[in-house]
Structures are given as structure tokens and as C-alpha cells.
């Protein structure tokens, strides 16, 4: 049995990571620099719409980027692990260009999380300094159907990958 060696990242999942996090730890620095100008209560839960479902303390501004920053963790954990060629019982190994999808598709969404995420915390921000919203209704349809399409892509390309094998 051949012994595969680990498929490198393409580049431009590492500028792309860069790129994010630069922007994720920017829009977190300008929370905290504005953190004193919030009100005690700010709005935590709303609806796509511009309702307002519940308010909590000024402190839950940070649940969203937590969240974002375990979920990008985790894919990025995924993401490495998919670089590693792995046995698989009665099957034969995946080959380079199977493990740089699974790759690339977890580049991409955990990319594409957590700029959304970010994007919510601005928004997020935004209301709680008694501004209108940045985030509208369809922002976050968009989103979703844009998250599908990455993941429905990595799925069909992995597909056709292990046919082609």
C-alpha cells in the first residue's frame, strides 16, 4: 500500500482566511471601542424583519461572534483534517484531488460564516446605538442560499470525483 502525503491548502484559502479574520477582529475591536456608548439593554433576538423580539444586557452583543469564532474553529479543525489522507475500510483512499474539495469547501464556508457573522455584529451594533439596520430581510436569505450552493457544490464535485476515480 502507497503511503499518500498531505494535500497542501491552495493559496487562496489562506489569503481568503486572512483576509476574514482581519475583518472579523476589526469589527470586534469596534464593538469594544464602542461598548461604553451602548445602553444597559440592547436588542439580542430579532426576526429577519425589523422586529425586535427580546432585549438583554449590552454584554450579549458578543454571543453572535463567539458563536461564529467556535463555528469557524471547527472548520477549520475539519479543514486540515481533510488534507491528511485517511484509510477507509474495503475502500481505496481519496485521492489529492478529493481531499483539496473537502478542503476548499470547508475554506469556503467557514470564510463565508464567519463574515456573515461579522456582518450580523455590525448590524447588531448599529441598532443597539439607535441607528437603522444594515441588515435587511433578504441579506440573510441570500446568505443561506449562498452557504447551500458551496456546500451543494462540494458535495456534487466530490461526487464527480470519486467517479472519476
Known amino acids: 500500500m502507497q503511503h499518500q502525503q498531505k494535500t497542501p491548502t491552495p493559496r487562496f484559502c489562506h489569503q481568503l ?10 469589527s470586534i475591536t469596534a464593538t469594544l471601542i464602542q461598548y461604553h456608548k451602548l445602553p444597559v439593554t440592547i436588542p439580542v433576538v430579532q426576526s429577519f424583519t ?8 449590552k454584554m450579549a452583543i458578543f454571543y453572535l461572534p ?4 467556535m463555528l469557524f474553529l471547527l472548520l477549520h479543525y475539519l479543514e486540515i483534517k481533510a488534507a491528511y489522507p485517511v484509510l477507509r475500510r474495503n475502500k481505496p483512499p481519496l485521492s489529492h484531488k ?19 457573522f461579522t456582518y450580523s455584529l455590525l448590524n447588531d451594533l448599529t441598532i443597539a446605538l439607535g441607528h437603522d439596520r444594515i441588515l ?12 447551500c450552493g458551496i456546500f451543494s457544490l462540494g458535495i456534487v464535485r466530490g461526487f464527480l470525483l470519486e467517479k472519476r476515480q
Open 17 to 26: 482566511t486572512i483576509i476574514v479574520a482581519i475583518i472579523f477582529f476589526a
Open 50 to 57: 425589523s422586529d425586535h423580539a427580546q432585549l438583554g444586557p
Open 66 to 69: 463567539v458563536v461564529a469564532l
Open 98 to 116: 478529493q481531499r483539496q474539495n473537502g478542503i476548499i469547501t470547508f475554506c469556503l464556508m467557514k470564510n463565508s460564516i464567519l463574515l456573515y
Open 136 to 147: 435587511q430581510q433578504w441579506h440573510a436569505y441570500l446568505f443561506l442560499l449562498f452557504l
